[in-house]
């Protein structure tokens, strides 16, 4: 799983104009891509990341809160394709 920034927004996901692919979670047939949405409030910035895979999608809240974007993709690396696989499993 590696980060590869995007340069615009990926069709499936028009709701979140400024995510980034930040690569794939795959386990048998089933392959969500993982995208990591940000938006600066104030003096910090919100991340949250969106699940896509084929018509379905599935987002968590805004979980993150870092100083700046950069941060965001930090902490994000921070998580264990394990743990990805959790949380996208948790929301349903």
Not at 56 to 83: K, M, Q, Y
């Amino acid at each position: 799983m590696g980060h590869t920034p995007m340069t615009s927004s990926p069709p499936h996901l028009p709701n979140a104009p400024l995510a980034r692919h930040l690569g794939d979670l795959t386990r048998n047939d089933t392959r969500w891509g993982v995208y990591l949405e940000a938006r600066q409030q104030r003096d910090s910035w919100s991340g949250r990341l969106h699940f896509v895979d084929g018509a379905r999608h599935r987002s968590t809240g805004w979980i993150f809160v870092e100083w700046g974007e950069s941060a965001l993709l930090d902490r994000f690396n921070e998580f264990s394709p394990v743990e990805l696989w959790r949380l996208v499993e948790s929301l349903h």
